[in-house]
């Protein structure tokens, strides 16, 4: 099997050298080339042909955000990780990039030790994700192709026991990698009377989630916020797990409030999406939709099982769409979707479900603790 070539662009001599470090010495994974700036990197990418590049945000000459603008343009389909600081600027310079089509980021080793210290730290978050993100991928030349390489149909669901469909209460959703990207296309084509809550986990870190809530909130037409202790759940309004934080749902007196907590990861996640699957099922019950979107790993399948058992329905989004199918493809394996859909036609499904639930059933009856 050919090794996944991968480009790395960063100004700093010492970070170029650590990140090839890193990936050189990671099976499956070679450097084809580095850069030290935008400029650079865009010239070398036809004739290194990498399938995948890492990209720094700050840069001279080109920083990440232009170069990444102008690589989009001829290389739409061609795997991009941002490689930033954890720090204010770093995160919403990340952010912005994600939202303008990177795939993914890693932040940057941060008082780590020592030089192999920092080559582990950095293998460990980058090589699963070049992984993810290539490993269907064709050969190098193919991955620059303008146009997406065609993939085989999804499976489609396992026949489950028809159980009648209820009314729709709340969404819950659960995304990873490439998320923002999704998030930004799904949210913005919700009506701002859609009826229910929307209550979302996205697997990043803090300041990630909390800026992202801020950016979605000026595109969407429901209010976006980052949950907090005790946040109301209430209709029309779209909710986005804190990182570091799993996001349960209880009921409190007649409402339904958030409650954050430090318990273990699950999946390698916090926030995890099972989490607030199963406690949203105890809340809701078979008022569940969930919603499981492109996103390494499988976190959200468990929590996918809890909602089928109690009565609600999943959606899926498809592999050709997906950045990584691991999330809903996992689900859709299980026989656990409803329907299996591209991410264009997610909105628009999640609106019919929950209007078409409303005409169909009386108002739901308070719920029980």
């Not at 990698?177 to 859609?194: I, K, S, Y």
Request: proline share 9%.
């Amino acid at each position: 099997m050919p090794k996944t070539r991968v480009l790395v662009v960063d100004d700093a001599v010492v970070v170029r050298r650590l990140v090839s470090d890193a990936l050189s010495s990671a099976p499956g994974i070679e450097v084809a080339g580095t850069a030290p700036n935008g400029k650079v990197a865009l010239s070398k990418i036809p004739q290194v042909n990498p399938d995948l590049v890492t990209l720094d945000v700050e840069m001279p000459v080109m920083d990440g955000i232009a170069t990444l603008t102008e690589l989009r343009k001829t290389y739409p389909n061609l795997p991009v990780i941002m490689f930033s600081t954890l720090t204010e600027r770093g995160t919403a310079v990340t952010m912005d990039a994600l939202l303008r089509g990177a795939n993914d980021y890693v932040t940057k080793p941060a008082n780590v030790g020592g030089v192999q210290e920092s080559v582990v730290a950095i293998r460990e978050q980058l090589v699963p994700k070049i992984h993810a993100l290539c490993g269907g991928m064709p050969a190098a030349a193919a991955a620059l192709n303008r146009r997406p390489a065609p993939r085989p149909a999804p499976p489609r669901p396992k026949r489950r026991t028809q159980v009648p469909d209820h009314r729709v209460d709340i969404v819950i959703v659960g995304i990873s990698t490439g998320g923002p990207n999704a998030l930004a296309e799904v949210l913005p084509a919700l009506p701002r009377d859609l009826g229910v809550p929307v209550v979302i986990v996205q697997h990043m870190p803090p300041m990630f989630t909390k800026l992202l809530a801020e950016r979605l909130d000026k595109t969407c037409q429901l209010p976006v916020v980052e949950a907090r202790q005790g946040t109301l759940i209430v209709p029309n309004r779209i909710l986005i797990a804190p990182g570091d934080h799993h996001l349960e749902l209880r009921q409190r007196g007649n409402g339904v409030v958030s409650v954050l907590t430090k318990d273990p990861p699950e999946n390698s996640c916090r926030p995890a999406a099972d989490v607030l699957f199963r406690t949203a099922v105890k809340v809701y019950g078979a008022g569940c939709l969930a919603v499981v979107l492109t996103g390494m790993g499988y976190d959200g399948r468990r929590g996918s099982h809890h909602v089928v058992e109690a009565g609600g329905r999943v959606i899926a989004q498809d592999e050709a769409t997906s950045v990584v199918w691991g999330m809903p493809g996992g689900v859709v394996q299980d026989g656990l979707a409803d329907e299996v859909l591209p991410l264009s036609a997610v909105a628009d499904r999640i609106v019919k479900r929950v209007r078409s639930s409303h005409r169909n059933h009386a108002a739901r009856p308070e719920v029980r603790a």
